[in-house]
């Protein structure tokens, strides 16, 4: 299965990220990730989804989406023509031992110590879900507490914008 | 004025007529304001009934019929009406009340999300959280309802947003960007369609009910006409070609007949117009899809490609297509090889009831009688079951929208209220629906409605004492195990009921019979309820149950 990412414009109604969610589960589709905000219009927000699945899906998803009265703008963006981010904070163990150790790896992996407490450091890091897996898995080695990770957002590379028109 | 004075308004300046719905707390200003309107309203004796009637007004006057029920139970009784205007593209608005906005989300009396509850089934939806909102939702509702892929729109509106004081000078203009209706078709898509059609040499036309939303039977039929090419339909695009019409090839499908299957595995390009290809009338979807023989014509890009991968989709509107169609494809004309091969299988398939004598009433000689008696100048609904297979198959169709059906859903109770509706909306043509004893009583409580507000309906009533169909299915699947289909002990007689509701009745058991028991029953213009016996083994005659069994079982 592939990995496939939409990015949707919608209208900032209540009720609409049920309408876009609803969809997926009723069609039989599957969510992988998604990350939803405001944008740069106060009466249009943008929902960044992650699906898993073949082409057929993909089609599907986005005619089905594109029928919904809220949904104004969608587009699939391919790997190589977008940057696209996500978020994590983790709570990882620390002793004074390893704490200087979890800081330079936290360094090489551009990522900030964002708390601190007795036994603990949250680390907050934002990159692609590679780098976060990676950054992931070096810290499973100090024994991660806890873990909060956002979906992906993303946008299209170069001057090329989601218009409304 | 209030917010439910702006409704009524707004729904009169949508052209509305009447309102089918039932009353309670939370719509209750809407019915107050109501009755200082133009509008009439009909009382259902369920709201299930109330938005069939819709269903059945709207396609008889090609509008969005309209109910109204109040919160909770009533906004849930609607539920599975909508759910059947939604699978078969049925225009509609249904308003239903809401709890006070304060209430919201506190489990109140009568509280239910019903707009959450219908997310899956309805075109759109809304739930007026403010008054200056009210008058444009209602003028998106029709708007949505009635353009592009028709289909229901549910408004919820709490109650205190009816009550509200407003002067009304809001926003009226709709105001949807993000609804997107097709435009004109592509051009290389439909010279390709053409060129496909003039290579072909086996082709056939496979309508669906699209064709009848966007009203183009004409061109449909101007089509047929120059080039002859066969036509086969669904259940929703029976009547596109007249049943009778010597190009038609019958209803294809596991309820359809042998012949117009064979006729679309036989053809070399099949240009499939306004429908979904659903399972149901496409068992063989694979086959269709490896042959690269399928043009697909559709209105709902989503429905390109959903069931099966086309070999030329083309999207838009039906008719204009149509028109283009006409234009690009010159002076193409079938085979005549092809047509005499289409007549041998359909000679070779038809079923030709005897009409004699057998203690039971052959419900298929009574639906070739009622059409040729008629003249199918009738409006036909039908339940779910049998005697829809049966009309479907042997009912003379000759428009589009004078059969009335629930295809998608399979709607048991549909037929009797649809039919109120379809006679609510006009009273030059009489209504016929035709029902089984099971499905009848579904809805049975309407008879009310009937009576109570002289809406005539020609009830025929296929009396076999069984859920027909289930029955034939545990006699085809499940060694003859017959469980949960026998009705007997608890049927009515059923012309004591009508008696009881003061509509006039009658009863037929032989074939020699039904002229005149169809002739008596259209002797004047009120209600009548003919029961028509049948026997429980009659088989429905239908390519899944076809064994070659025209012999009673």
Not at chain 1, 133 to 140: G, S
Request: proline share 3%; aromatic share 6%.
């Amino acid at each position: 299965m592939e990995k496939y990412t939409l990015s949707v414009l919608v209208e900032n109604h209540a009720g609409v990220l049920s309408r876009v969610v609803g969809l997926f589960t009723r069609r039989g589709f599957n969510i992988h990730s998604l990350s939803v905000g405001t944008t740069k219009d106060e009466k249009i927000s943008r929902i960044t989804i992650e699906v898993k699945g073949d082409d057929y899906m993909l089609e599907q998803v986005s005619k089905q989406l594109s029928k919904l009265m809220e949904v104004i703008k969608l587009k699939k963006l391919t790997e190589g023509d977008m940057v696209k981010r996500g978020l994590i904070l983790i709570k990882v163990k620390a002793t004074p031992k390893t704490r200087g150790e979890i800081i330079e790896v936290t360094n090489v992996f551009r990522a900030n110590i964002v708390d601190i407490s007795e036994t603990t450091l949250t680390v907050e890091m934002t990159g692609s879900d590679r780098k976060i897996d990676a950054f992931l898995r070096m810290m499973e080695n100090y024994g991660v507490e806890e873990i909060a990770r956002t979906g992906m957002t993303a946008l299209e590379r170069g001057a090329s914008t989601l218009r409304l028109n | 004025m209030t917010g439910a004075d702006l409704a009524v308004k707004a729904l009169e300046e949508n052209g509305v007529k009447v309102i089918f719905g039932y009353p309670g707390a939370s719509n209750a200003p809407l019915i107050d304001s109501l009755s200082r309107s133009s509008i009439d309203y009909i009382l259902t004796r369920n709201e299930q009934g109330a938005a069939h009637m819709a269903s059945g007004y709207g396609r008889v006057l090609h509008t969005a019929g309209v109910c109204t029920a109040t919160s909770g139970p009533g906004a849930t009784n609607l539920i599975t009406a909508i759910a059947t205007a939604y699978m078969d593209s049925i225009p509609m608005v249904a308003i239903t009340g809401q709890v006070k906005r304060a209430l919201i989300g506190k489990d109140a009396f009568q509280e239910v999300d019903i707009t959450g509850a219908t997310l899956p089934f309805t075109k759109h939806s809304y739930l007026v959280k403010d008054v200056t909102a009210i008058v444009r939702v209602i003028n998106e509702a029709f708007h949505i309802a009635t353009t592009g892929r028709h289909g229901p729109v549910l408004i919820d509106v709490p109650i205190d947003v009816f009550q509200s004081e407003y002067n009304g000078d809001g926003d009226e203009e709709i105001n949807l960007r993000g609804y997107k209706l097709p435009g004109r078709a592509n051009e290389t898509q439909l010279k390709k369609a053409a060129d496909a059609l003039k290579k072909s040499k086996r082709p056939v036309i496979l309508a669906g009910g699209g064709i009848c939303c966007s009203g183009a039977e004409k061109e449909v039929n101007e089509l047929v006409n120059r080039t002859g090419i066969p036509v086969i339909s669904t259940m929703m695009g029976l009547g596109v070609i007249p049943s009778s019409d010597e190009r038609f090839y019958g209803m294809i499908g596991s309820h359809g007949v042998r012949h117009a299957n064979s006729i679309l595995n036989r053809s070399d390009l099949v240009i499939a117009m306004g429908t979904r290809l659903g399972d149901r009338s496409v068992a063989n979807a694979k086959g269709l899809e490896d042959a690269d023989k399928l043009v697909h014509i559709d209105i709902d890009p989503a429905e390109i490609g959903k069931n099966l991968q086309p070999y030329i989709p083309v999207v838009g509107d039906i008719k204009e297509i149509t028109l283009r169609f006409i234009q690009v494809i010159g002076g193409y004309k079938v085979d005549d090889a092809w047509k005499e091969e289409a007549n041998e299988l359909r000679r070779s398939d038809i079923y030709t009831p005897s009409g004699e004598n057998t203690g039971t009433v052959d419900p298929r000689y009574f639906l070739r009688r009622l059409s040729e008696i008629t003249k199918s100048q009738i409006y036909l609904t039908t339940e779910v079951g049998q005697n829809q297979i049966w009309c479907a198959n042997n009912y003379n169709v000759k428009k589009p929208d004078r059969f009335i059906t629930s295809g998608g859903f399979g709607t048991m109770g549909y037929g009797l209220p649809a039919a109120i509706g379809a006679s609510r909306a006009q009273d030059s043509i009489p209504v016929v629906a035709v029902m089984g004893d099971g499905s009848f009583q579904m809805d049975l409580p309407e008879l009310g409605t009937m009576v109570q507000y002289h809406i005539p309906v020609k009830m025929v009533l296929f009396k076999n004492d069984r859920l027909g169909m289930v029955h034939e299915l545990q006699y085809t699947a499940y060694k003859s195990n017959y469980q949960m289909v026998d009705i007997t002990g608890g049927n009515p007689d059923f012309e004591m009921l009508a008696k009881a509701y003061g509509i006039r009745s009658g009863s037929v058991s032989e074939n020699s019979y039904v002229d005149a028991a169809i002739e008596d029953m259209f002797a004047d213009k009120e209600s009548y309820l003919l029961v028509v016996n049948v026997s429980p083994y009659e088989p429905t005659g239908d390519s899944l149950n076809d064994k070659r069994l025209t012999e009673r079982r």
